[in-house]
C-alpha cells in the first residue's frame, strides 16, 4: 500500500522499524520491535508452524481482519515473507556494521564486535531469525533479492577475515570457506537457543567469539 505519511498511518499496516537508527548508538542493544499488526501476527505464525503450515486465513484471524483486508496490505503470504526477511537481514546488517566500525581497524577486534552482534540478534530475535530458513519457499525473483542483502552480511565479515590474515593477526588459508563456516554457525543458533534455557545471549556470544577467533587462528586477544 502507498500515499501512507506520517500524519495518516494505517493501525494495520503501520511502520516497520528494525531500530536501525540505535544500533550506531549501541548495537549491544536491541529494543522490541516496532512491527505493524499484520506482520507480527505472521511473524509469531510462520515461527510457530513454518511458513508452508501457515495459511493466509490463520494469519488474519490472528489480527482479527478479513482476509480481503490482509490483502489490502499485502499482496499475498509470500509479501508478508519477504517483507519479514527483508527486516531480518537489514537489522543484523546495520547492527553488523555499526560494531564493525568501533573495532577501529584492528581485524581482531573488528571480527569479535561483528560476531558478538550477529549472535546477539540471533539470540534476542531468535524469532526473526529463524525465520531466514524459510527463504527456500521464496519465488526465485524474492529468492534473488533477498539473498542480494544478505550478502552484504558474508561481504563484511570476509573483508575483516581477509584484513586480518593479510596483516598476520589471523592463520587462514581460504578467507571466503572460513567465512561461511563462521556464519554457518552463527546461523544454527535459532535451531537451539531458548530464551529460558541457562545461557544468556552475552554468554552465547562470548562463547561464539572465542569459537570465531579460534577459527581463524587470532593470533591474540581483541585489544
Given at each position: 500500500?502507498?500515499?501512507?505519511?506520517?500524519?495518516?498511518?494505517?493501525?494495520?499496516?503501520?511502520?516497520?522499524?528494525?531500530?536501525?537508527?540505535?544500533?550506531?548508538?549501541?548495537?549491544?542493544?536491541?529494543?522490541?520491535?516496532?512491527?505493524?499488526?499484520?506482520?507480527?501476527?505472521?511473524?509469531?505464525?510462520?515461527?510457530?508452524?513454518?511458513?508452508?503450515?501457515?495459511?493466509?486465513?490463520?494469519?488474519?484471524?490472528?489480527?482479527?481482519?478479513?482476509?480481503?483486508?490482509?490483502?489490502?496490505?499485502?499482496?499475498?503470504?509470500?509479501?508478508?515473507?519477504?517483507?519479514?526477511?527483508?527486516?531480518?537481514?537489514?537489522?543484523?546488517?546495520?547492527?553488523?556494521?555499526?560494531?564493525?566500525?568501533?573495532?577501529?581497524?584492528?581485524?581482531?577486534?573488528?571480527?569479535?564486535?561483528?560476531?558478538?552482534?550477529?549472535?546477539?540478534?540471533?539470540?534476542?530475535?531468535?524469532?526473526?531469525?529463524?525465520l531466514e530458513g524459510e527463504a527456500r519457499y521464496?519465488?526465485?525473483?524474492?529468492?534473488?533479492?533477498?539473498?542480494?542483502?544478505?550478502?552484504?552480511?558474508?561481504?563484511?565479515?570476509?573483508?575483516?577475515?581477509?584484513?586480518?590474515?593479510?596483516?598476520?593477526?589471523?592463520?587462514?588459508?581460504?578467507?571466503?570457506?572460513?567465512?561461511?563456516?563462521?556464519?554457518?554457525?552463527?546461523?544454527?543458533?535459532?535451531?537451539?537457543?531458548?530464551?529460558?534455557?541457562?545461557?544468556?545471549?552475552?554468554?552465547?556470544?562470548?562463547?561464539?567469539?572465542?569459537?570465531?577467533?579460534?577459527?581463524?587462528?587470532?593470533?591474540?586477544?581483541?585489544?
Amino acid at each position: 500500500m502507498d500515499g501512507s505519511t506520517d500524519d495518516a498511518v494505517d493501525p494495520l499496516e503501520g511502520r516497520v522499524v528494525p531500530d536501525g537508527e540505535n544500533a550506531q548508538s549501541d548495537w549491544r542493544t536491541l529494543q522490541p520491535l516496532d512491527l505493524s499488526p499484520i506482520l507480527s501476527a505472521a511473524l509469531d505464525a510462520f515461527y510457530e508452524t513454518g511458513f508452508h503450515g501457515t495459511s493466509v486465513r490463520e494469519i488474519a484471524r490472528r489480527v482479527g481482519v478479513t482476509v480481503p483486508a490482509l490483502y489490502y496490505h499485502h499482496e499475498n503470504k509470500e509479501g508478508l515473507l519477504i517483507a519479514l526477511l527483508e527486516l531480518s537481514t537489514s537489522d543484523v546488517l546495520s547492527r553488523a556494521h555499526a560494531a564493525d566500525a568501533e573495532g577501529a581497524g584492528d581485524p581482531v577486534r573488528r571480527l569479535a564486535n561483528v560476531i558478538e552482534a550477529i549472535v546477539l540478534r540471533m539470540t534476542m530475535r531468535s524469532a526473526l531469525a529463524a525465520l531466514e530458513g524459510e527463504a527456500r519457499y521464496l519465488s526465485p525473483e524474492n529468492r534473488q533479492r533477498y539473498r542480494a542483502v544478505r550478502k552484504g552480511i558474508e561481504e563484511l565479515v570476509r573483508e575483516i577475515v581477509e584484513e586480518g590474515a593479510a596483516t598476520g593477526d589471523f592463520d587462514v588459508d581460504d578467507p571466503a570457506e572460513t567465512t561461511r563456516a563462521l556464519l554457518g554457525m552463527c546461523q544454527s543458533i535459532p535451531r537451539w537457543y531458548h530464551a529460558e534455557g541457562t545461557l544468556s545471549p552475552e554468554a552465547v556470544a562470548k562463547k561464539y567469539v572465542a569459537i570465531a577467533l579460534k577459527t581463524v587462528g587470532a593470533r591474540r586477544d581483541p585489544l
